[in-house]
């Protein structure tokens, strides 16, 4: 069974940079790609970035680009979420997410409901 444990999170300026951190509790993370979501209050869980296996390819939503970075230690059997330059609007619980055989994608479009391991969520604001 595969769990993920997150930290980070917490309040932060705009401006001001922040990572996250989602942790396998057992199995190695080697051969997952992960995936970041996240939830403002009232919207819809979205994808924001993606990180696959083997060649660690990385996907972003347009939000993240250029200010997110997404990596992995495998060594560590962890996955970061590494967001710069934050915004307001980067306020909301952020989830990592995985299953086997999931392979990163340009598009984040209708993946929850194919993810079965999360980790347990993380709140980030961003606010002065």
């Known amino acids: 069974q595969l769990q993920l444990v997150q930290s980070g999170g917490g309040l932060v300026q705009p401006g001001e940079s922040l990572r996250l951190s989602c942790q396998s509790s057992?199995?190695?993370?080697?051969?997952?790609?992960i995936v970041w979501f996240r939830q403002a209050p009232g919207t819809e869980r979205e994808g924001v970035a993606c990180?696959?296996?083997?060649?660690?390819?990385?996907y972003f939503t347009d939000s993240a680009k250029g200010r997110f970075t997404i990596s992995r230690d495998n060594a560590k059997k962890t996955v970061y979420l590494e967001m710069n330059n934050m915004k307001p609007e980067d306020t909301a619980d952020y989830y990592c997410?995985?299953?086997?055989?999931?392979?990163?994608?340009?598009?984040?479009?209708?993946?929850?409901?194919?993810?079965?391991?999360w980790g347990q969520g993380t709140q980030v604001v961003v606010s002065s």
């Open positions: 997410a995985t299953d086997t055989n999931y392979v990163c994608s340009e598009s984040f479009a209708g993946l929850e409901g194919w993810l079965r391991w």
């Open positions: 057992g199995v190695a993370l080697d051969y997952f790609a």
């Open positions: 990180i696959n296996s083997g060649d660690g390819r990385t």
